[in-house]
C-alpha cells in the first residue's frame, strides 16, 4: 500500500519572507517603485502605520514571481537544496511548483487559508488540504506551512510598537484568537525604509523557537529585495536559507492562473 | 450554466442495469447438448454377413407406402412402413416376405400425432409371420410384380384384387373372415394408441413392385411400390376405433427397399433399427 | 475528435515554428526496487522456498510539451527492467531480451487544450489516467480507468485507457467533466491471483481439494461428491484455465463518467454517475472434463475451464472533503457509490467424456443495487506524526457476487524524524468481517534531495485455508494465497 498523505505538505511561501528594500511602500499595486530616501523630518508613525508600509512593500505589487532555492544547513555544515518557482497575486493567492527534488511536480494553490490545494503527481490528483496540516515542514527545513502562510498580519494579530533604536522600529503581535503555535511575534522594520529586517517567534513557555533574518539586498530588475533570508531555531544549529535566485513583478499574471483548474490542468 | 440537479436526481432514480448474463447458457453455447439422435443415426445391431449373389440371399425388406387420411375432414400424411425378411422361395420364383412390424406414421398438419396410429401386437406379428407375402418373380434375374395382394384376416378370396371386402354389418357367417392371430376376435386385432383401444379388422394391400434396381454391390435392391390399402373395422374394445379411415394411397415416396444381410438377421433387429438400416438405400 | 484533431494541429504547428526546447519541461524518477519472498508457505505449494521475486529498475520520464500557452501535450512513459533471466536454453543466451528483459510502458500520452472554443470549456483527448474521489486511493467513485494491481504495492497505478474528456467551468464554485472511454480494458491483477483455481495437493501431489465454485454449499457437495469415490491419488488435475469473456468492442460497450464538482469554504463534494464495467471480474462459468488417462489407465485426468466476466454497471456516486475546524481541523473524506449491476448467473458443467454428470447453476450477482464506501479522517498531531484512518465498505476488488462485499478498517500512522530525513510508516488494513489483514511497516530516508531510499515489508495475515471449503465466500480476503506472498523490499528512488 502506497503512503497516502504524506506528500501533503503544503508549501506557501510568503512573500513577506522576502522583505522589500525599497521604500516608500505603495498603497495600491503599481509599477516597480523607484529607491526613494524617507524624509527623516516625518511625523513618528503609529504602530499600524508602520506594519502597513512593510506589508505594502511585501505585497504591494499586481503579481509576483520568485524562484527560490530552499537550502538546509545541519549543524555540520551538510546542505541539502530544493527549488522552487512561486507565483503570487496580489496579498493572498499563490502557486507553488517544486521543481527540484522528492518533492519536484508537487504544485500548491492557496487560494485562502481556507483553501488550500496540492497538486500530488504520484496520484495524478488534486487534494484539498485540511487546516490540521499546516503545522508540517516543508520538506524538512524550519519553515512550517503555517509560518509561510502567513501573509498579512494586520488580520489576526494585535499590534503595538514595542520599542525602537536608530534604525529600527520593533513591532510586538499577539493573536487575536488562541491556538496558533506562537503566543508572541516580534518584527524588527527599518526606520529608514521599511524594511522587514527580522522576525522572532515565540511559544508559550516565552521561548524563541524561530528567527527570520533578512539579508543581502539586491535589485531584481528594478526592485530590491532580501536575496537571502535565514530562518533557524535558536535552540538548535540548524538553519534554512532561502535564496532568492530570480523576482520579477506585475507581469500580468491572471487570475484563471490561480485556480485548482489550472492546478490541475496538463498533468 | 447552472446544475441541472432535478434532472440528474431523476436519472438517478431510473438508474437500473436490467441486464443478465447466464453461465449456464454461455456453456451450452460453449459446448451445445448433442440432440437426441434420430432413428437414422443410431447405432445398429450386426446384420451379419451378407451374402448375396442377384436375388439370392437374404433380405432385409422395407415396403413404404405414403398416403392420405382425413379422420376429421383434414388431410393428414400417412406413412406406413411394413418389414419383412425376405429370401427367394427354394424354386426361385417367388420372394417370400416374412413380416416383421408394421410402422405407422400419422402427421397431423406438419406433426406427428398418434391419434388413430395402430400397433401390431405380437400375436398380430406372428401370425402373419407364418403366412409370408409372396411376390412372384419374372425368373430373369430382375425383380417386378404386379398386383401382388396381401391379406390380414382374410382367406378364400374368390377375386381377392376386386372382391369387396366384408364389414362389421356383414362379416357375421362370412367364411372369409378368418381370427388370423387367435385371439378370439374376427380378422385380426390391431391395437390403437389414441384413443386407446383395439381394433378388429380385415385389410387387404395391393402392390405393384415396379422393376426393381439391384445395386453393383448386390447389397441393395430398390424401385418404385404402387400400393392400394383398404382396411374394414369388423368391431372395436372402443366404439369410435370401429370406423377406419380410407387410405389415399400417394406415389411420391412409395417404395420398396432390400438390404442384403446375413442369415442371422432378425426381425427384432430389423424391427429396431430400420430407420438406420436403410439409411443410406440407393434413391 | 474534431478537437482532438485541432489540438494535435495546434500541437504539430507548434512544435514547426518554436524551439521545442522552450516547450517541453521533463521530470521523471529512476527506481530500483528489490523484493524478497519472507513466508514459505503461501506459493502454489507449501515449501516453494524464500527467494527474490522482483528485482526491476524502472526510468519513468513525465514530458509536458507546450506549444501554446492553452495547449499540452502529456506523455508519460516508463522503461522498465525486470532483472531476471527468461533464456532457458543456450541459444536464447544470445538474446539480450532474453537474459535482460524488459518492457516500454506508456502510462499517458494525451492532449488538453484549455479554453476553446469557450473560456469555460477545458477538453483532452488520448491515453489517460483519471482519478476521481476525494478518499486517498480507496476511491469507490472512480470508474474511469481499471486499476493495475500487477503490483500490490502499487494500489494507485491505473490501467491506462484511450479515452475523451471535457472539462467545464461554469462557476468558480462548480465543475463538470466527462470522459468518454470507447474501449473497455480489464483491471490487471498480481500473478498470485491464480491460485484463487488453484487446486490444493499434499507432498505427494494427491488431490486435497479444490477451491468452491460460487455455488450453493449444497451443490459443491454434489460436484465435489463426484470425486469422493475416487483415490485422490489417481486424479490427475490440471493447472485450472481461466478464461476472460470480454465484451464486444462495440459502441453499446463504451463507458462514460460524468461528475460535478462543487467547492465551497471547507467544503468540497460531487455528483457521479459512471456507465460502463466493473474492472474486476466475477465468476460466470466452469466445466471441468475427467477423462482416464490415456497414458496410465489407473489415472483420470480432469481438465478444469473457467470463465470470467466483467459485468455492466451503472453507478450513482457521492464524494466530499470536509476540514472541521469546530474539531481541531480534522480532516473528512467520504465516498459512496451505489452500483447497479447486471445479473450473472454462474453455471458449472462436469463431463467424463461426452458425458454429462453433473450441472448447476446459481446466481452470483444479485441485480439489486449494493453500496460501496470509504469514510477516512486525517489528522496532524505534532511536526512529526500525521495519522489516517479509514472505513472501507467493499476493497477495490469486491463486488456483490457471492464472495460479497466486505468491511475494512485501513490506519496509517506516519512519523517523521531527523528533520523529515526520515520517515517511518507504520500501515495496515484489516478485514473486520475476518480479521484477515496486511501490515506495510516501511523506513524512508531522504538521503539527498530527490533521493530516497526505502526499506519495509509486506506481510499478510489470515487463514490460507476456507473455513468450509463448501462456501464461495469462506476464504479470508488477506489470507488466501491467491494474495500473494509476504516480502521484504529495498527501493532506491530518484526524483529528477
Known sequence: MKSVPVLVFVLLVSASAFAQETAPPPEKPQEAPA????????????????????????????????????????????????????????????????????????????????????????????????AHNMNQSVAGSDLSSEDMAQVSWATDWNLKLDKEDDSSYWLLLTPKQPGGSYTRVVHRVAKDSFVQQETHYYNAAGEEVKRFINSDVTDFHGVKRSKLITVSDPRTKRRTEMELKDFVVNQGLKDSLFTVRELQWGK | MNLRAPGLLLLLATLSCGEHSDGLERLEALYPTPKPKTEEERPIDDIGTPMCNGLDGNWAVRLVQKGTIEPLGQPWDLTVTDLFLASKSQAGTEMQLRFCNQDVAILADGKRTTLGQPETPATLKSALYLHPLRVPLPGDGTFA???????????????????????????????????????????????????????????????????????????????????????????????????????????????????????TYTCASLEKDHAALFKDAPR | MSRTALALGLFAAGLARADWTDMISLSGRLESDIRFDIDDYRGEKPGDGFRFSINRNDAIVHAEIKPFDNVVGVLDARLRFYGFNEANSLPALADRNKVDPFSVQLDQAYVAVKGVPFSWLDIKGGRMQLTWGSADIFNQVDFANSRDFYDPMDYARKVPNEMLGVDLYPAPWLTISAVWIPVFKPAMLPPSTSLAFGIDRDTNGCLQGFPAPPLEPSQTRELMGLFSSVDPCSLNFSTPEVRLFMPQNGIADSQVAVKAQFSFDNLEFGLHYYRGRFGFPVAYNAVAHANVSTDDPTKVDVRYIAEVLYPRIQVAGFDFSYSAEWLADIGIVGEIAVIFPEEVTFGLRAYQGNTRLYEASATNVASTPFVKATVGLDYTFTKWLYVNVMYLRGFFDEFNDRYGVHNYAVATAELKFLNDALLVRLAGILNIDDLSNVANPQLTWVAAPGVEVLAGAFIFGGSTVPTDPFEYAARSKFGQRAAGRSFAYLKMRLTF
Open chain 1, 35 to 130: 529607491e526613494k530616501p524617507v524624509e527623516k523630518a516625518a511625523p513618528k508613525p503609529s504602530a499600524q502605520e508602520i506594519l502597513k508600509k512593510m506589508e505594502a512593500l511585501n505585497n504591494g505589487f499586481a503579481d509576483q514571481k520568485m524562484e527560490i532555492r530552499l537550502s538546509i544547513i545541519e549543524g555540520d555544515g551538510s546542505r541539502k537544496s530544493y527549488d522552487m518557482t512561486l507565483l503570487q497575486k496580489g496579498d493572498s493567492k499563490r502557486l507553488v511548483h517544486f521543481t527540484s527534488g522528492e518533492l519536484k511536480g508537487m504544485s500548491t494553490l492557496v487560494e485562502s487559508r481556507d483553501s488550500v490545494h496540492v497538486y500530488l503527481p504520484g496520484f495524478k490528483k488534486v487534494r484539498r488540504v485540511a
Open chain 2, 145 to 263: 410384380a404386379r398386383d401382388v395382394v396381401w391379406l390380414w384376416g382374410l382367406e378364400g378370396l374368390a377375386n381377392p384384387l376386386t372382391d369387396a371386402l366384408p364389414t362389421k354389418a356383414d362379416y357375421q357367417g362370412d367364411a372369409r373372415v378368418i381370427d388370423q392371430d387367435n385371439d378370439s376376435f374376427p380378422g385380426v386385432t390391431v391395437n390403437v394408441l389414441s384413443p386407446s383401444g383395439q381394433r378388429y379388422m380385415v385389410r387387404r394391400g395391393i402392390f405393384t413392385f415396379e422393376p426393381g434396381r439391384l445395386a453393383l454391390s448386390n447389397q441393395w435392391l430398390t424401385g418404385v411400390l404402387v400400393h392400394q390399402l383398404t382396411e374394414h373395422a369388423l368391431g372395436a374394445s372402443n366404439t369410435t376405433l370401429e370406423t377406419a379411415a380410407p387410405i389415399t394411397p400417394r406415389a411420391e415416396g412409395t417404395m420398396y427397399q432390400l438390404r442384403c444381410v446375413g442369415s
